[in-house]
T-cell receptor
């Protein structure tokens, strides 16, 4: 029972263009969402988060959008850079509960 | 400052053997988590330690898996009688306090059971 789904296993984008990574969830009780980024042979690192009371959170080139009615969130990276090439994990939790992770999306930014 | 460290970075073992994986959390972090990432899968929660509270073991897949955290710092994940399906990357994370804090991950231990 996958509560957090990242349906695109991989994404390829040209440098300078926008990268859009998508994530769907099934548990309507989730109220906190995060994106983690992972390079090979390293652990995931926290990127950006959003609480369910918001529908958008922005941090530099990274913006996360939350659509609660659709149980969908997305991560936008603008402009994409080759150093953004990594695996991106979406995660969700109910306040006070453990994180549930998606399977990840491999992003490749071509120069 | 030092991040979360894990050892060994790679471990190859034979089916049926026991293995121990170690995690050194960030100094001062009271919460520690173990996850597993199998090929093509997301991070699967295994166990969570918070201070002196009883650990949340709800993610451990079988009784062959156990973990302890000594002195509120270093943690060891033990897998007894390993099976091939235990092959995965085992990730440890720590956070300053509880589940609401950002988790900082170690580089993981890649376990291969032959």
């Amino acid at each position: 029972d996958q509560q957090v789904k990242q349906n695109s296993p991989s994404l390829s984008v040209q440098e300078g263009r926008i990268s859009i990574l998508n994530c769907d969830y099934t548990n309507s009780m989730f109220d906190y969402f995060l994106w983690y980024k992972k390079y090979p042979a390293e652990g995931p690192t926290f990127l950006i988060s959003i609480s369910s009371i918001k529908d958008k959170n922005e941090d530099g080139r990274f913006t996360v959008f939350l659509n609660k009615s659709a149980k969908h969130l997305s991560l936008h990276i603008v402009p994409s850079q080759p150093g953004d090439s990594a695996v991106y994990f979406c995660a969700a939790s109910e306040r006070g509960n453990k994180l549930v992770f998606g399977a990840g999306t491999i992003l490749r930014v071509k120069s | 400052g030092a991040g979360v460290s894990q050892s060994p970075s790679n471990k190859v073992t034979e089916k049926g053997k026991d293995v121990e994986l170690r995690c050194d959390p960030i100094s001062g972090h009271t919460a520690l988590y173990w996850y597993r990432q199998s090929l093509g899968q997301g991070l699967e929660f295994l166990i969570y330690f918070q201070g002196n509270s009883a650990p949340d073991k709800s993610g451990l897949p079988s009784d062959r898996f156990s973990a302890e955290r000594t002195g509120g710092s270093v943690s060891t994940l033990t897998i007894q009688r390993t099976q091939q399906e235990d092959s995965a990357v085992y990730l440890c994370a720590s956070s300053f306090s509880g589940l609401q804090e950002t988790q900082y991950f170690g580089p993981g231990t890649r376990l291969l059971v032959l």
